[in-house]
């Protein structure tokens, strides 16, 4: 059966028209945060999204995980469709640009508790261990290669960050629900339309308002890369200073471990 719509214009509906109005809101507005950091942390986590979610869809697709109406596509590179590869990059810069209006950076140093970091570490592991189970089962198998997928991502955004994010936890928050319910609805469409479908068998057959529970668990979990990512490069740039003097002292402790071995 043929969609009513493809999923180009899938795109041209509901991706493109809210990041064009949220990019000239944040380009306008005094209140939003658009500059060359912004821009470069936005252009990083474009990269590191179609870098790191091409292996995985592309593993997912030939299982059977999920497939595309017919006729739905305009082209496949490898096993993945052209569409899919531009929904990284618009998923990323319409989170990026919602974020943007309201992004805020906190003074507070890079210097965090080494207990902190560990735990951040250890919960980012304990989802991708969750993850290597629940690929085991055919039921589950969606599932666990999403927490499997996502797990090293958030070990290091929390290994790094867990501190300061959980102090940044109200606008985080925000920056990931709005983008992802809106989301959610526009995937549910998607699939009701018949634009991509989820296969029964790779799923646990739960769901929200008709939503895979996994399709929910995958926007969600992309959003909080977004959202992780570009909260804690701002205030990395924003403590560039402090940066600089931490690499200074570590090259004079070198420097003074070098010469005592020297002597």
């Known amino acids: 059966m043929t969609p009513p719509l493809t999923y180009l214009q899938f795109h041209l509906v509901f991706t493109i028209p809210p990041i064009l109005v949220l990019g000239w809101l944040a380009s306008r507005r005094d209140q939003a945060r658009w500059d060359r950091g912004a821009a470069s942390g936005l252009a990083i986590l474009v990269f590191l999204a179609v870098a790191y979610t091409t292996p995985w869809t592309n593993a997912m697709i030939p299982e059977g995980v999920w497939w595309y109406g017919e006729g739905a596509v305009l082209a496949t590179i490898w096993h993945t469709p052209l569409e899919e590869y531009f929904f990284f990059v618009l998923q990323t810069t319409l989170t990026a640009f919602w974020l943007f209006q309201f992004l805020d950076v906190s003074d507070v140093s890079l210097r965090l508790p080494a207990s902190h970091r560990l735990v951040g570490v ?64 526009t995937d549910w469409i998607a699939i ?51 940066l600089a003097a931490m690499a200074t002292v570590r090259r004079l402790v070198n420097r003074f471990v070098a010469h005592s071995t020297d002597g």
């Open 122 to 185: 250890l919960g980012g592991v304990g989802i991708c261990a969750a993850g290597w189970v629940l690929l085991g089962t055919t039921t589950t198998f969606y599932l666990g290669s999403i927490l499997f997928w996502a797990g090293p991502i958030l070990a290091i955004q929390w290994g790094f960050g867990l501190t300061y994010l959980l102090r940044e936890r109200r606008q985080v928050l925000l920056a990931v629900g709005v983008p992802t319910l809106y989301l959610w609805v």
């Open 192 to 242: 009701s339309l018949g634009i991509w479908i989820i296969s029964d068998a790779h799923t646990i057959g739960i769901g929200l308002a008709g939503l895979p529970l996994e399709e929910a668990l995958f926007f969600l979990v992309a959003n909080v890369f977004v959202v992780q990512g570009l909260v804690l490069y701002a205030w990395v740039l924003d403590r560039r200073g402090e």
